[in-house]
């Protein structure tokens, strides 16, 4: 089969030894050998052992093995240089031989396995596109890329992990060249300000389900840092924002601070004009109760808001004779002590130039043409 290029025994659970005759396809460009749970692991990776180093090692570009036993990538795979995409997704790795910088991938997806650490010289990443270890077990973000590359990947993952450091962080830690950042859920304290610092031209950043409760005067400062227009923040432990905020996220478009410890509207996010959507819902203090009480008064003076979010939280009485100056959406739902009265917003709000989103029940007064939401 010499002009054979895709080959796929995907789901071939009756196939119970690894096919060597694979070895023998010399022009072999992709092969996908996912869903193979019935291989043991030596049995799989003595396979991989020899195809690695077999005539169609050499010409394998694309190589999928989700969903196996496969508890390491051998030291074999650095035989394979024309490899560019790995997809190693829900196996039990948990060792990482260095394949060498000269294996250029350009995606490599090794989510939900068991790595603990991402050895030095692992591949080369000048031309990787996306780069995925989530749902592991790395304790410390990897200083493996270059914020001042000439080459931008289009995201970077290491949501779900046990992150609770970076590497090199305060001593020559150089970023990460990559526009879509994730973070989530780890173990990080405090807002990851070394990722700014080091030029890293990020777009979208997502920070939520960590232990943030720490954003460090600064930490939003850097060479590229007005490159950065989508922030996630949410479920974390912050009480403010520092005051240098908006003088370098001023090009922040879409921002969420849900599920956090506010117990006041952070006013400097306001001061970005391109901020289109803010979301500041579900407030809760240490001890788990309510703490944002207050209307964010003079909120009608940012012109470019879209959208407002403060749901769930515990705002009271809304006097502000402001109200007829909103000229966006304004969410309120589940604040179940408010008192609001919109009769000198309702022509706007009637004209479809406002909008106030609640709950049946809640003290809305002023404008029938109010819809609760059900």
Request: net charge negative.
């Amino acid at each position: 089969l010499e002009e054979c290029r895709d080959v796929e025994i995907y789901n071939c659970q009756k196939m119970t030894e690894f096919p060597e005759e694979l070895n023998e396809l010399k022009n072999l460009e992709a092969l996908n050998l996912a869903m193979n749970p019935q291989f043991s692991s030596e049995e799989l990776l003595d396979g991989l052992k020899s195809l690695a180093t077999s005539d169609a090692g050499k010409s394998i570009q694309i190589l999928y093995l989700g969903y196996n036993n496969l508890t390491e990538i051998p030291k074999e795979f650095a035989e394979m240089k024309k490899l560019s995409k790995l997809d190693c997704v829900h196996n039990k790795i948990k060792t990482l031989y260095p394949m060498g910088a000269d294996i250029d991938l350009t995606q490599l997806t090794m989510d939900y396995n068991e790595i603990e650490e991402i050895p030095d010289n692992f591949s080369g990443i000048n031309n990787i596109e996306t780069y995925s270890f989530s749902h592991n077990k790395l304790k410390v973000l990897p200083d493996m890329f270059d914020a001042s590359s000439i080459y931008v990947m289009s995201s970077v993952n290491f949501s779900y992990n046990e992150i609770a450091s970076i590497e090199n962080d305060g001593n020559g830690y150089k970023g990460i060249n990559a526009s879509t950042i994730d973070l989530s859920y780890n173990k990080l304290t405090k807002f990851p300000g070394a990722i700014i610092q080091a030029g890293s031209p990020v777009s979208s950043l997502t920070l939520a389900g960590n232990q943030i409760s720490e954003f460090p005067k600064g930490a939003s400062k850097g060479p590229r840092a007005n490159m950065l227009n989508t922030l996630d923040l949410t479920f974390n432990c912050l009480t403010e924002l520092p005051e240098d905020f908006s003088t370098n996220f001023y090009y922040i478009v879409q921002m969420d601070l849900s599920y956090n410890r506010f117990n006041k509207f952070p006013f400097e996010a306001l001061y970005i004009q391109t901020l289109r959507s803010i979301a500041v819902r579900h407030q809760r203090d240490a001890d788990g109760y309510r703490c944002m009480k207050e209307w964010p008064t003079a909120v009608y003076a940012h012109h470019g808001l879209r959208v407002l979010y403060l749901g769930s939280n515990d705002i009271r009485r809304v006097v502000d004779y402001t109200l007829d100056k909103i000229r966006f959406g304004v969410e309120l739902t589940d604040n179940p002590n408010i008192s609001i009265d919109l009769t000198t917003a309702c022509p706007y709000i009637t004209a479809g130039l406002a909008s106030f989103l609640f709950d049946p029940g809640q003290d809305v007064r002023g404008c029938d043409a109010v819809v609760p939401k059900y």
